[in-house]
């Protein structure tokens, strides 16, 4: 599965960004997806995961009820909407996908894409 992340981009505080993540491979609509997020210096830190149906879902509490993902399997793509941006949202955002949920939550994923910045202005 190859993953590429896209839709960063600079924002003020308070605005809203949509990231997507796109999916190509054969299997790609039958693997969990993730974001993550990192700050140069800093851990990668998870961010939300969805499970291949989009039935499930999970959060960090750091953006919980403010972002959300969400994934059309006929499109390959799984988006993070993320609204009420705040300056520490600033950080290089990474797609993952596996095919276990637990995996991708862990931070395990087999599958990484490469990163979109997100730039959160105060």
């Known amino acids: 599965v190859q993953l590429q992340a896209f839709g960063g981009g600079l924002v003020q505080a308070g605005g809203s960004l949509r990231l997507s993540c796109a999916a190509s491979?054969?299997?790609?609509?039958?693997?969990?997806v993730g974001w993550f997020r990192q700050v140069p210096g800093k851990e990668r830190e998870f961010v939300a995961v969805?499970?291949?149906?989009?039935?499930?879902?999970y959060y960090a509490d750091s953006v919980k009820g403010r972002f959300t993902i969400s994934r059309d399997n006929l499109k390959n793509t799984v988006y993070l909407q993320m609204n009420s941006l705040k300056p520490e949202d600033t950080a290089v955002y990474y797609c993952?996908?596996?095919?276990?949920?637990?995996?991708?939550?862990?931070?395990?994923?087999?599958?990484w894409g490469q990163g979109t910045l997100v730039t959160v202005s105060s």
């Open positions: 969805i499970s291949r149906s989009g039935g499930t879902t």
């Open positions: 491979g054969r299997s790609a609509s039958s693997h969990s």
């Open positions: 993952a996908a596996d095919v276990s949920y637990i995996d991708v939550k862990s931070g395990g994923a087999d599958y």
